[in-house]
């Protein structure tokens, strides 16, 4: 039985905001969502920036053309050594494996869904020569 949108529970993340946190993700960290999903599926995004917009609108840094989902839907933030997703009070919300989300950590493997377009956060620490 599925669950109605009143019957799953909203997370919040209440550490400070790490928009205040102008530093991009260090080099020895990668990250990327990875397309499941939707018009873009199979393609993927580096994440490279302390603050990545994600929506349909042409000024996102992550661009997906689907329909439903807002011009600026959610972000993906780094900051005090953690990535970050939060909603910018989109239209049909967006959604951390399964539950919605106003703000909170992800890790890898997390699954994001915004509109009818779902996708991986993959974060990894690379080897340094």
Not at 41 to 62: L, N
Request: negative net charge; hydrophobic residues 35%; proline residues 6%.
């Amino acid at each position: 039985m599925a669950s109605s949108p009143q019957d799953q529970k909203t997370y919040h993340f209440d550490n400070p905001r790490p928009s205040q946190v102008e530093e991009p993700p260090p080099a020895w960290l990668r990250a990327k969502l990875v397309v499941m999903t939707g018009p873009h599926k199979g393609e993927e995004f580096a994440i490279t920036h302390a603050r990545s917009i994600i929506g349909r609108g042409e000024d996102s840094t992550i661009t997906i053309n689907d329909p439903s989902m807002s011009r600026h839907h959610a972000e993906v933030l780094y900051g005090a050594s953690e990535f970050r997703v939060r909603d910018l009070d989109s239209s049909n919300g967006t959604l951390l494996n399964g539950s919605v989300v106003e703000e909170y950590a992800i890790r890898n493997g997390d699954k994001l869904t915004m509109g009818e377009t779902i996708v991986r956060f993959q974060g990894e620490r690379l080897e340094l020569a």
